[in-house]
């Protein structure tokens, strides 16, 4: 079955930039997501690029994807510490990785 | 507008009892997922539906889950007889067009 790949933790300081890595396998994936989980709580959706895209930038968040290696990433700028949270990309809704958990240290 | 809800919040049960969970997705959503999140892992989808019809069941074990979304609203999913490695958090997620998905907060299911 098609994969989605996610490296397992990351630990940056308040202020720095995060970049969240994700690689997927399905190449016929139209939409790919990012989603942001909380302890105890269900997923909320951050953002999502379409994949005739190569870059969406939604305030703090910037979303590039290389369909050629298909490869998603998702920078947040001046990560707070209220980012602290498991990050999961997904796509099609289909498939989701096994998520990352960003850490940021005041 | 108001978010997707799910009943219970969690459960207790013993292996081979039966339990069921209920999700009420938005208003006006055709679209519904539930999937299944064990500790540590990303969510895993079990079904999707388009109203009240199935798109895919494919992850869905159907020897022991079972699922309904009757007049394409409210969605129950059904684990009979549940086992030890069905303990997870059980999520529902609805949507009206692909930009934008929204999850409640889950079942999660302790079988003991």
């Known amino acids: 079955g098609e994969d989605v790949e996610q490296s397992l933790f990351l630990s940056v300081r308040e202020g720095d930039s995060s970049v969240i890595n994700c690689t997927y396998t399905d190449s016929s994936s139209t939409y790919l997501y990012w989603y942001k989980q909380e302890p105890g709580a269900g997923l909320q959706l951050l953002t999502y690029?379409?994949?005739?895209?190569d870059m969406k930038q939604d305030q703090r968040l910037t979303v590039l994807l290389n369909k050629k290696d298909k490869h998603l990433s998702l920078r947040i700028a001046d990560t707070q510490t209220g980012d602290s949270a498991i990050y999961f990309c997904?796509?099609?809704?289909?498939?989701f990785g096994g998520g990352t958990r960003l850490m940021v240290k005041p | 507008e108001a978010g997707v809800a799910q009943s219970p919040r969690y459960k207790i049960i013993e292996k081979r009892q039966s339990v069921a969970f209920w999700c009420n997705p938005i208003?006006?959503?055709?679209?519904l997922y539930w999937y299944q999140q064990i500790l540590g892992q990303g969510p895993k989808l079990l079904i999707q539906?388009?109203?009240?019809?199935?798109?895919?069941d494919s992850q869905l074990p159907k020897d022991r889950f079972s699922a309904e979304r009757l007049k394409g609203v409210d969605s129950t999913l059904k684990i009979q007889p549940a086992k030890l490695e069905d303990s997870a958090v059980y999520l529902c997620a609805s949507s009206r067009a692909r930009d934008g998905y929204t999850f409640g907060s889950g079942t999660r299911l302790t079988v003991v």
């Open positions: 208003s006006g959503h055709a679209t």
């Open positions: 997904a796509d099609n809704m289909l498939t």
């Open positions: 690029i379409f994949s005739n895209m």
């Open positions: 539906f388009q109203n009240n019809g199935v798109v895919d």
